[in-house]
């Protein structure tokens, strides 16, 4: 059986006007996915070259396959299966400047270059001390970005014509403006001219943004299966869920550049990416939040097994159409569209999330995901959410049942804070772990739904 490549699937030499720092599953199954849509409905004519952010990686195995790789989408949407194939082709060069420096500072000469993706982890945005214009290359991202751009200024001699649209994919708040910061420190700390500092504010545009979605990566327990299916072998199998969602928070000229709301992409230009933030942060990380602990309480171990008991599915439908959804200042369908797809999303048999993983640092993710949820709701409604208080409850309970005491101070202070806005808050959870306590979780949880 052979390898996938170019031989067997032959594809169109375009323009590079894309370079991606990283080559993990992720960018793969999300950014590149949206490109090669982009590519094959003719609205982009480019392709991507990708820049190996660390000294090991998966580039040769991207030379290997000539750049292509499978994309296997699999999971539920609106309730129907979907099991879908593609052959993503829009990587057409790849470089390990590690290996290879000067091919790197050459991308930086190509006058058609035009946006700069990158997902290097969360970790990947940061200063770090120790990083220098005369390394070959700089060992963080920013420094690998700092040098880049300023071997394009010096090239095109400062031609504002010639900067560049930042894209990260990084997990952090404000990934945009945080690597444009940071670039600005090492110019300084480098001593690069200040027309440099002043043509990276000027003539480059560092977008923040959004990302979603779940990606499991290589199947290897699965890979033979698959490869006989193919009909070749391919060490970059890639599988995501059905669902993925970009917000870029970028100039309304952007939008006639990329075209993704031409091609039907679920990817939003706007001047303002908080409000999909919060729905994020509320529908699909509260919704998490706010059912896991009562599902530990009852015994069971996987988000999967969640929706398949019957009383925590329930009890989800609630939580999420009835509460969180309302807590918003305007209610939308387009809020419960997306309540939709996260249920569909954790309901998803192809993903195994466990259940204590999810519950990793849960005073912090309560006190961000639903305590704000809970303060909306009663201020709109002047009573308080019950299902979501009955999930501090759960919280407390699971925390005793942990005896984790620094928790559970944790959990005290903020029921104290919120007191102090709903009178009756405090009185309303001693009534629930009253309730829990006697009854036992799911006798109380099934009250409430």
């Known amino acids: 059986m052979e390898n996938l490549s170019r031989e067997l699937f032959p594809i169109t030499k375009r323009p590079e006007k894309v370079l991606q720092f990283g080559e993990g599953a992720f960018l793969r199954a999300f950014a590149d996915y949206i490109f090669d ?4 409905k003719e609205l982009f004519d480019g392709s991507i070259t990708v820049v190996q952010p660390l000294p090991e990686g998966t580039l040769p195995f991207l030379a290997l396959q000539d750049g292509l790789y499978t994309l296997l ?18 990587i057409q060069n790849y470089i390990n400047p590690y290996e290879d420096y000067e091919s790197y500072l050459n991308c930086a000469r190509n006058p058609v270059l035009r946006y700069i993706i990158s997902n290097t982890t969360e970790a990947g945005i940061r200063y770090e001390e120790g990083n220098f214009l005369s390394q070959k290359p700089p060992q963080s991202f920013p420094g690998k970005i700092t040098a880049f751009l300023y071997e394009r200024y010096k090239h095109f001699n400062g031609d504002i014509a010639k900067g560049l649209v930042f894209l990260p994919c990084e997990l952090i708040e404000n990934n945009g403006m945080n ?29 923040d943004t959004l990302v979603d979605r779940i990606t499991t990566g290589f199947p290897a ?9 193919l009909g070749y072998h391919d060490k970059l199998l890639d599988i995501s869920e059905p669902f993925y ?11 006639d550049e990329l075209r993704f709301h031409e091609a039907g992409l679920n990817v939003i230009i706007t001047d303002d990416i908080s409000q999909y933030k919060t729905r994020k942060v509320r529908l699909l990380n509260g919704a998490h939040t706010a059912s896991v602990p009562a599902a530990l309480l009852c015994g069971l171990s996987t988000v999967g097994e969640m929706m398949a008991d019957e009383d925590l599915n329930k009890y989800l439908h609630k939580a999420l159409f009835e509460e ?5 200042p305007i209610p939308t369908d387009e809020l419960k569209d997306f309540a939709s797809a996260v249920l569909d999303r954790f ?5 195994r999330h466990e259940l204590k993983s999810i519950m990793l640092n849960s005073v912090s993710k309560f006190e961000v995901r639903v305590l704000p949820a809970i303060y909306d709701y009663y201020f709109k409604f002047s009573s308080l959410p019950k299902l979501l208080t009955f999930s501090l409850a759960a919280l407390i309970t699971y925390y005793q049942t942990e005896d984790d005491n620094e928790a559970l101070k944790a959990l005290d202070e903020l029921i104290n804070k919120m007191t102090e806005t709903a009178g009756d808050f405090k009185a309303e959870v001693k009534n629930y772990l009253d309730e829990i306590s006697q009854a036992g979780i799911r006798e109380t949880l099934r009250e409430y739904i």
């Open 245 to 255: 969602f970009w917000a870029i928070e970028g100039p309304a000229w952007l939008k």
């Open 347 to 351: 309901a998803n048999p192809y993903v």
């Open 73 to 90: 989408v699999k999971g539920l949407n609106n309730g129907g299966e979907i099991n879908e194939k593609r052959i993503i082709s829009c």
């Open 324 to 328: 969180l959804i309302p807590s918003f």
């Open 221 to 229: 327990n699965e890979a033979q299966e698959i490869y006989t299916e």
């Open 179 to 207: 690597l444009r910061k940071i670039i600005l420190l090492y110019a300084d700390e480098w001593g690069l001219d200040k027309a440099f500092g002043d043509w990276v504010v000027k003539a480059n545009t560092f977008c």
């Open 37 to 40: 849509v982009l590519i094959e």
